[in-house]
């Protein structure tokens, strides 16, 4: 026997409220009170209600992938993208690329309009930036989603992510064994866990060094956001001796403010990075850097949305951990004995 498909009629008599407030606070529009539109969610998720876009299923089925990034001109995204891309063509999808710049509208909009476009699934970088009530549209609609960043706390949503942790522990053991003491973490806002997980890593290496001081900066996870923390950490504090950046961007952004210093990399200052994006072999001089699969993190987050797809029943949230490495280049030394 075919289950009854719930209806927003279904979730109004419910909730005790009429039709078109139950399709307002599914599709997470302004305008309505934060506890109706918990009440609602709650009912519709209680009624296991999905979205009657996704449900129908397009006249014509169209085989494609949404990949929202917080922004492609980071290279990490760029290697992503190129996994996804791959995997999707392989299995005769398109792919579609969205910006958000961490921003919730403009994610809400690519999200509503990419489920309106009855897309296949939907890798995104996180879904951090929005609130409780547009996540649980996202997770209501019926369409598959695959984090590519963060993971723990989002568990509705699959994940596939570094693993963090121990990069951040293999950055910190590396420049604590050459023999650093002053060593400062620039890197992006504290909230994000893909980053706290790094900087739990880093902190992990340093304990029980009783000599070595961590310290922590942070800013924006970009070249500029690099540049403005490592000029900001030169003119307070002349005893750092290393840096562990957060990613590559913020750590090329570091090396220049170094060098407008008047600073050498690595005599002066050694610094190690993390993402192993292609243009860290090429500055000078190399980066020493923690590798995270990008490539292999598109190909697995297609593989994982397209599997979800085919799945009949209840969703399953799958989570990956793909591991990193320690690439050493030339931009870390011992510290010179001066400053030890
Ligand atoms: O949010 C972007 C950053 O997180 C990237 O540079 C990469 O490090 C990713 O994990």
Redesign the pocket.
Same mark, same amino acid.
């Given at each position: 026997m075919q289950p009854t498909r719930i209806t927003l009629k279904d979730i109004a008599r419910e909730t005790g409220v009429d039709v078109s407030t139950v399709s307002r606070s599914l599709s997470g529009s302004y305008g309505i009170h934060t506890e109706t539109r918990e009440r609602v969610l709650a009912i519709a998720a209680q009624l296991n209600y999905r979205s009657n876009r996704v449900a129908r299923g397009p006249a014509v089925k169209t085989h494609s992938i949404a990949l929202i990034?917080?922004d492609i001109r +980071?290279p990490?995204?760029a290697d992503v993208a190129r996994g996804a891309e791959d995997a999707a063509f392989a299995a005769n999808s398109d792919l579609v690329l969205c910006n958000s710049d961490l921003n919730a509208e403009k994610q809400m909009h690519y999200i509503r309009s990419l489920i309106d476009k009855r897309v296949d699934g939907i890798l995104m970088?996180?879904v951090g930036t929005l609130d409780r009530a547009q996540q649980e549209f996202l997770s209501l609609s019926g369409v598959p989603v695959v984090l590519?960043?963060r993971a723990k706390s989002q568990s509705n949503f699959s994940s596939v992510?570094?693993d +963090?942790t121990t990069g951040g522990f293999l950055a910190g053991a590396y420049l604590v064994e050459l023999g650093h003491r002053h060593i400062v973490h620039l890197s992006?806002p504290q909230d994000?866990p893909?980053?706290r997980e790094?900087a739990r890593g880093f902190l992990k290496a340093t304990a029980g060094h009783s000599a070595v001081m961590p310290s922590f900066v942070h800013g924006n996870?970009t070249f500029a956001g690099g540049y403005e923390m490592m000029r900001a950490t030169l003119q307070r504090d002349v005893s750092i001796t290393a840096v562990f950046a957060?990613?590559?961007?913020?750590a090329f952004g570091a090396v220049r403010a170094i060098i407008e210093a008047g600073m050498r990399v690595p005599e002066d200052v050694s610094i190690i990075g993390?993402?192993n994006?292609d243009m860290a072999s090429v500055i000078h001089p190399p980066l020493t850097t923690i590798h995270?699969p990008?490539y292999e993190i598109g190909c697995n987050a297609v593989e994982m949305l397209l599997a979800a797809a085919e799945h009949k029943g209840p969703p399953l949230a799958e989570h990956r951990v793909l591991p990193v490495e320690l690439i050493e280049r030339s931009s870390c030394a011992p510290p010179r004995t001066s400053a030890v």
């Open positions: 990034v917080n +980071n990490f995204f970088n996180s590519l960043n992510i570094p +963090n992006g994000y893909n980053l790094r996870q957060g990613n590559d961007i913020i993390f993402d994006v995270q990008k």
